[in-house]
């Protein structure tokens, strides 16, 4: 009998202890998932990420109570194959959603199919640059660029009412240009400081501020969302993760793979999972955010998705998940862009080597390729190269690149100093140049030809193609 009592008592014990570790998959426990995505936001444009000029306490308050990520990549530089990527958790290349602009292969599966299944109701507000409807039918909440609080206050009462785990999507236009919201006032041209990079004229300084107020105007959006999680009781089984996107529209971050352009913010808040104000050095990529998703859901999480799971990182379980993170570029078919110009790249803990496919083209974009109000702070860049040596050279370097590109990212985070010709590098050069062949074989992409290919999987072309086929 006391044998039988002993035995009760360990059964007990080690039921409660499973209990404690995982919650159940009961629908009322699941944690709910909210994602916050940002537009064209350089990552150390925000507070916590070293800016000492951008006013953003809701995002500084989020990663003082959650998790903060310090190598956070995306496989490309630009909304659309970014959000595909996020999504569906696949590389770009392998659902053809590499250029901008584009759609993704039928019967490609997202965020949607897996998490539906699981019993939860997926709803997207804001800005979609996403196709087609098929690939993914989120619930709409909206049809404008920004996310409308109204209708997302009425979806966060009907799950609550319903007791329903969601995931709510949310993705803000802001930082993108034109650079129209939010207080410019609040900031001060003659006092900011720019970055080491930029060419420092009066037009610079205050678009850099417009640009500014916008990211305090997406803080507001952050701090909206939060008050909304608090006002339904959701904020203590919700995971909220916070993303920048790719870097801003000023050059060598939006279009580019230098760490400005891939680099991302990253931030994870989850009561009882994560501990407050940590941080993580380890690699992660965007395409790592469904899987999380998913693990977080309960679902299994399919092999054929690119990325892992965050969820050991979230809880001390793990310091890394990979070694390399990789990334593309494509601008055949960006507006006013270089008719193609291909770019590849990855990075490891300590360098970023970039590939140039067609070193001998113009590389070209709506900020060095358009001349409008929007962009009269460039035009202020060239009038002062005409003069100075160095506004000249950072004109050429952002125009014109070598085939190959070597930065020592934990020293020259602005990627100002090419290391590829130098001698002592050429072993860590080709080392992560055949890491880059190897991940681009794997996607199937053919380098040239693959951009030369990018048209065909664009909409607007593909109706261009249509129409002179019927005139023909």
């Known amino acids: 009998m006391k044998e039988n009592n002993i035995f009760t008592i360990i059964l007990a014990i080690f039921i409660t202890g499973c209990t404690l570790g995982q919650k159940p998959l009961n629908s009322n426990l699941r944690p709910n998932i909210v994602f916050i995505l940002a537009d064209d936001c350089t990552h150390w444009d925000i507070g916590c990420y070293g800016s000492k000029d951008s006013k953003t306490p809701n995002i500084d308050k989020l990663a003082s109570e959650g998790m903060q990520f310090e190598r956070c990549y995306q496989a490309a530089p630009m909304c659309s194959p970014t959000r595909h990527n996020?999504?569906?958790?696949?590389?770009?290349?392998?659902?053809?959603?590499?250029?901008?602009?584009t759609n993704a292969n039928p019967g490609t599966e997202s965020i949607v199919q897996y998490l539906k299944p699981l019993g939860y109701r997926v709803a997207l507000s804001g800005k979609t640059h996403i196709g087609p409807k098929k690939v993914f039918p989120f619930e709409y909440l909206g049809n404008d660029r920004n996310p409308d609080f109204e209708l997302v206050e009425a979806f966060l009462k009907e799950v609550k009412e319903?007791?329903?785990?969601?995931?709510?999507?949310l993705t803000s236009n802001e930082p993108h240009t034109p650079w129209d919201k939010g207080d410019a006032s609040l900031f001060n041209p003659d006092e900011i400081t720019l970055p080491p990079h930029y060419v420092d004229t009066k037009e610079t300084r205050k678009a850099y501020c417009r640009?500014?107020?916008?990211?305090?105007?997406?803080?507001?959006?952050?701090?909206?969302?939060?008050?909304?999680?608090?006002?339904?009781?959701?904020?203590?089984?919700?995971?909220?993760?916070?993303?920048?996107?790719?870097?801003?529209?000023?050059?060598?971050?939006?279009?580019?793979?230098?760490?400005?352009?891939?680099?991302?913010?990253?931030?994870?808040?989850?009561?009882?999972?994560?501990?407050?104000?940590?941080?993580?050095?380890?690699?992660?990529?965007?395409?790592?955010?469904?899987?999380?998703?998913?693990?977080?859901?309960?679902?299994?999480?399919?092999?054929?998705?690119?990325?892992?799971?965050?969820?050991?990182?979230?809880?001390?379980?793990?310091?890394?998940?990979?070694?390399?993170?990789?990334?593309?570029?494509?601008?055949?078919?960006?507006?006013?862009?270089?008719?193609?110009?291909?770019?590849?790249?990855?990075?490891?803990?300590?360098?970023?080597?970039?590939?140039?496919?067609?070193?001998?083209?113009?590389?070209?974009?709506?900020?060095?390729?358009?001349?409008?109000?929007?962009?009269?702070?460039?035009?202020?860049?060239?009038?002062?190269?005409?003069?100075?040596?160095?506004?000249?050279?950072?004109?050429?370097?952002?125009?014109?690149?070598?085939?190959?590109?070597?930065?020592?990212?934990?020293?020259?985070?602005?990627?100002?100093?090419?290391?590829?010709?130098?001698?002592?590098?050429?072993?860590?050069?080709?080392?992560?140049?055949?890491?880059?062949?190897?991940?681009?074989?794997?996607?199937?992409?053919?380098?040239?030809?693959?951009?030369?290919?990018?048209?065909?999987?664009?909409?607007?072309?593909?109706?261009k193609k249509e129409i002179e086929k019927i005139k023909g």
């Open 86 to 101: 996020i999504f569906t958790g696949i590389y770009p290349v392998k659902t053809e959603a590499y250029p901008n602009h």
């Open 162 to 169: 319903n007791k329903q785990p969601f995931a709510l999507v």
């Open 211 to 463: 640009y500014l107020a916008e990211i305090n105007y997406l803080d507001g959006q952050v701090g909206e969302v939060m008050d909304l999680l608090d006002k339904y009781g959701f904020s203590e089984n919700t995971l909220v993760v916070f993303a920048s996107e790719q870097g801003n529209n000023f050059p060598f971050a939006k279009w580019t793979l230098y760490e400005a352009g891939v680099k991302s913010a990253l931030i994870a808040r989850m009561p009882g999972v994560i501990q407050q104000g940590t941080e993580s050095s380890a690699i992660v990529e965007y395409c790592d955010l469904l899987p999380t998703f998913i693990d977080v859901a309960g679902g299994k999480i399919p092999e054929k998705l690119d990325g892992e799971s965050l969820l050991p990182i979230f809880k001390n379980e793990k310091e890394e998940v990979k070694p390399y993170s990789f990334s593309l570029q494509t601008t055949r078919g960006i507006f006013s862009g270089s008719d193609y110009y291909g770019i590849r790249a990855v990075v490891d803990e300590n360098y970023r080597y970039i590939w140039n496919l067609t070193p001998e083209v113009k590389f070209k974009n709506t900020v060095n390729n358009k001349k409008d109000k929007a962009t009269a702070w460039y035009r202020s860049w060239e009038a002062r190269a005409e003069t100075d040596e160095r506004a000249r050279a950072l004109i050429h370097k952002y125009a014109f690149r070598p085939e190959e590109e070597l930065y020592d990212v934990k020293n020259d985070k602005w990627c100002m100093s090419n290391l590829a010709g130098k001698p002592e590098f050429e072993s860590i050069k080709k080392k992560l140049r055949k890491e880059l062949l190897k991940w681009m074989a794997a996607c199937g992409d053919k380098g040239q030809q693959t951009e030369l290919e990018a048209f065909q999987y664009m909409p607007k072309f593909k109706r």
